[in-house]
């Protein structure tokens, strides 16, 4: 005689296990994988489409009125001669609006920011129409993305391939990462200078290390707080490579705009922060800048510029602080000192815009990766969370007046800092895979 269930229907209870089956209470990592990458799947769907509308499209679409004719323009005074014109704003407009067929950006013009020898390195491009170079830069871009896909795969070597094939769809779906190619930005370049830098310091080749930091000088900021560390550390090999290059670059960019605004260069940076410049506004940042906007939406003013200098010697203080010791870039420390490095140099830059926050997701890989196994579901946690915050853009920016990723940077600093701490003084461990990945 068949069982019967309390409900009195023999066959409920084998209705019920087949339910079960079908639709587990508890998802396994196995399935949670597979949920994550399908949903990374339809998201990269989704940017795949606006990237390939943008890049086949014409004229009057939405790239016109991002950042590409800026370079483009700069770069077209450059090879016409006129490369002390690229930081006048009068002339720059100008020439946006003749080379575009109409006006750019949300003001009009979009002025040029970038070191001059980065004009003369695209100066190439001006050769084509604005809507042929912009469709060059992105395939120059799309390499550069795969370059990083590549070191992102080389870093993911301890973990599962499935949780590779997941960091990696993590990697190109970032919002930054869309954003930065309708953009026509340069982010990727920088992106694959920082995490080059790591694996040749990592691999003990740090001559080619030095080479590998000098896109950085397209925006020196960034730049700055790593060259200091490495000095610190007396990393002269670094520099035997690095300074020769910084040096051209110097030279280079004084032939191309004269010594006269070359001088004028630092004063126009800062002439752009003010309420009366034409740089980024201040609470579209996604550093101490936009945390500083959330308060003190007055860009330029006394009051902002002491507040950002004080929070941004205090995270370069503490960043210090966390990097005494012997320099192991061979150990688990290694990575979580190079991404609270990473961290700190993202929230003192005043002009930090959401495409450049791709900096971070090599370097967080890098430290879920050497971290050891029973660490590793929180802190893809909080990696999640740093995806998750970005893909709102600048959305909180603009209509919430909060710097979402600036906040969740400076919390993932402070988590950093106190991770740090608890290694104390121990020598570092140097893991078998990581000579062998070198």
């Known amino acids: 005689m068949a069982m019967r269930s309390d409900t009195g229907d023999p066959d409920l209870s084998g209705q019920r296990t087949t339910l079960a089956r079908a639709f587990p209470t508890r998802l396994d990592s196995s399935q949670l994988q597979r949920l994550a990458l399908f949903a990374l799947f339809v998201v990269g769907m989704a940017e795949l489409a606006q990237t390939s509308a943008t890049f086949f499209g014409r004229a009057q679409l939405l790239w016109y009125h991002q950042d590409f004719p800026a370079f483009y323009t700069a770069a077209h005074f450059v090879a016409n001669g006129g490369g002390s014109l690229i930081y006048d704003t009068a002339a720059v407009a100008q020439g946006e609006l003749a ?10 013009v979009l002025a040029y920011f970038n070191p001059p020898f980065f004009a003369l390195l695209m100066a190439p491009l001006s050769g084509l129409s604005m809507d042929r170079a912009y469709q060059v830069w992105t395939l120059i871009n799309l390499a550069l993305l795969g370059a990083n896909a590549w070191m992102l795969w080389r870093i ?39 995490a080059s830098a790591f694996l040749l310091l990592r691999s003990g080749r740090d001559r080619w290390a030095g080479v590998a930091l000098a896109p950085l000088l397209i925006k020196p900021e960034l730049l700055l707080p790593v060259a200091a560390y490495l000095l610190w550390k007396r990393r002269w090999r670094v520099f035997s490579t690095l300074a020769p290059l910084a040096g051209a670059a110097v030279a280079v960019s004084l032939g191309v705009v004269g010594l006269a605004a070359a001088i004028d260069y630092p004063a126009y940076l800062l002439r752009s922060t003010t309420p009366a410049g034409v740089g980024g506004t201040s609470r579209l940042m996604f550093s101490w800048s936009g945390i500083v906007a959330m308060f003190w939406d007055h860009p330029g003013t006394l009051g902002a510029t002491a507040a950002f200098a004080a929070l941004a010697l205090a995270t370069l203080g503490g960043a210090a602080h966390a990097l005494r010791g012997a320099f192991a870039p061979r150990s688990e420390r290694f990575a979580l000192q190079w991404l609270l490095l990473t961290l700190a140099t993202i929230l003192v830059d005043p002009h930090l815009y959401l495409q ?83």
């Open 99 to 108: 080379l575009a067929g109409g006006p750019v950006g949300g003001t009009g």
């Open 156 to 194: 993911s070597a301890p973990l599962a391939r499935s949780s590779r094939w997941l960091l990696l769809a993590a990697f190109l779906t970032l919002f930054p990462v869309s954003y930065g190619l309708h953009q026509g930005q340069f982010s990727l370049i920088l992106a694959s200078s920082w």
């Open 356 to 438: 450049d926050t791709i900096l971070i997701a090599l370097p967080a890989a890098a430290l879920l990766c050497m971290s050891p196994a029973g660490h590793r579901y929180r802190l893809g946690l909080a990696i999640a969370g740093g995806w998750g915050a970005l893909a709102f853009g600048t959305f909180p920016n603009e209509h919430l007046g909060v710097d979402l990723f600036g906040l969740y940077a400076v919390a993932a600093a402070g988590a950093l800092l106190v991770m740090n701490s608890r290694y104390g003084k121990c020598a570092p461990c140097v893991k078998p895979w990581l000579v062998a990945a070198s």
